[in-house]
């Protein structure tokens, strides 16, 4: 699954710690979803998307391989 997470993270100008803490996960969590290593769960999606003000369809896509 592919997903625009950096790109939301700089247009709002804020870190992988901060998102990690608006969310309640760790940076490490952050970094695993943005390098395509861990696809969050329904909750953490629809958490993600809900910082950024954007469906979860915007930020997250599903990869042929999916």
């Known amino acids: 699954m ?3 997470l950096k790109v939301e993270r700089a247009i ?3 870190t992988q710690e ?3 803490k608006m969310i309640n996960v760790s940076r490490q969590t952050i970094n695993s979803i943005e390098n395509n290593k861990y696809v969050p769960s329904t909750v953490l999606a ?6 950024f ?5 915007d930020i997250f896509k599903l990869d042929n391989d999916d």
């Open 18 to 20: 901060d998102l990690a």
């Open 53 to 57: 003000n954007k469906t979860v369809n």
């Open 12 to 14: 709002l100008n804020i």
């Open 46 to 51: 629809l958490k993600i998307s809900a910082v």
């Open 2 to 4: 592919k997903n625009t």
